[in-house]
């Protein structure tokens, strides 16, 4: 499936996401993700410095460095290298970036009970999946790849757009977030769907392939 996670440029800050990883405090374990990597709390992050302070933090916190050491250092190295992990799995793909840093921002955290979408996206995209039936059931790769091109430029869109409103609801005080936040988590629902389209089309396109 094709990664957004370098597709938006990440933010200028004033070298934040270059922190060097530093000591593994009560305090940082604490932290919410975007910290925990040395990163500025926004939906553009550096994915270079993502990459390498995960790197850096797992090198420090991997249980093997702990085996010959207590029960409770081995336990925190374990509580650590899971923060870790799961700190990384969720910033490094667009979709669960957004979806964390919404919740950070006192936004919806639900997405499964609270999936409500107007009715001319959802009548869309059963559309768009039609066509991808009829495509597949004819073999059609070409208008496949067609289709598929289209909805990655889409999806890219869409991510510059949240990328936009997550920033506005960031700049602004809790009281005045209701309205973006509000936009952003409708965002975000449109871009699940869209994800998944994507995803469908590259299986189809494996599939034919085959």
Same mark, same amino acid.
């Given at each position: 499936?094709?990664?957004?996670?370098?597709?938006?440029?990440?933010?200028?800050?004033?070298?934040?996401?270059?922190?060097?990883?530093?000591?593994?405090?009560?305090? *940082?374990?604490?932290?919410?993700?975007?910290?925990?990597?040395?990163?500025?709390?926004?939906?553009?992050?550096?994915?270079?410095?993502?990459? /390498?302070?995960? *790197?850096?933090?797992?090198?420090?916190?991997?249980?093997?460095?702990?085996?010959?050491?207590?029960?409770?250092?081995? /336990?925190?190295?374990?509580?650590?290298?899971?923060?870790?992990?799961?700190?990384?799995?969720?910033?490094?793909?667009?979709?669960? /970036?957004?979806?964390?840093?919404?919740?950070?921002?006192?936004?919806?955290?639900?997405?499964?009970?609270?999936?409500?979408?107007?009715?001319?996206?959802?009548?869309?995209?059963?559309?768009?999946?039609?066509?991808?039936?009829?495509?597949?059931?004819?073999?059609?790769?070409?208008?496949?790849?067609?289709?598929?091109?289209?909805?990655?430029?889409?999806?890219?869109?869409?991510?510059?757009?949240?990328?936009?409103?997550?920033?506005?609801?960031?700049?602004?005080?809790?009281?005045?977030?209701?309205?973006?936040?509000?936009?952003?988590?409708?965002?975000? /629902?449109?871009?699940?769907?869209?994800?998944?389209?994507?995803?469908?089309?590259?299986?189809?396109?494996?599939?034919?392939?085959?």
């Amino acid at each position: 499936m094709t990664d957004f996670a370098d597709g938006v440029a990440p933010a200028v800050n004033s070298g934040a996401a270059d922190a060097a990883v530093g000591a593994l405090s009560d305090a *940082r374990f604490a932290a919410d993700h975007f910290a925990l990597f040395g990163l500025a709390r926004d939906f553009r992050i550096d994915t270079a410095a993502l990459e /390498r302070n995960y *790197r850096a933090l797992q090198a420090q916190t991997h249980p093997d460095r702990f085996v010959t050491a207590g029960d409770s250092e081995r /336990r925190r190295a374990l509580q650590w290298a899971t923060r870790v992990n799961e700190a990384y799995e969720t910033l490094k793909k667009p979709l669960s /970036r957004a979806r964390y840093l919404l919740a950070e921002l006192g936004g919806e955290s639900d997405f499964v009970r609270n999936n409500a979408l107007p009715t001319d996206f959802l009548v869309a995209q059963m559309e768009l999946r039609e066509t991808v039936a009829d495509a597949v059931a004819a073999r059609q790769v070409e208008t496949l790849e067609s289709l598929r091109d289209e909805r990655a430029l889409a999806l890219r869109a869409g991510y510059e757009a949240l990328a936009a409103i997550l920033a506005a609801a960031a700049a602004v005080a809790d009281s005045q977030r209701t309205t973006p936040l509000a936009q952003a988590a409708d965002a975000i /629902r449109r871009l699940m769907f869209e994800e998944k389209l994507l995803a469908d089309i590259d299986e189809a396109l494996a599939a034919l392939d085959e």
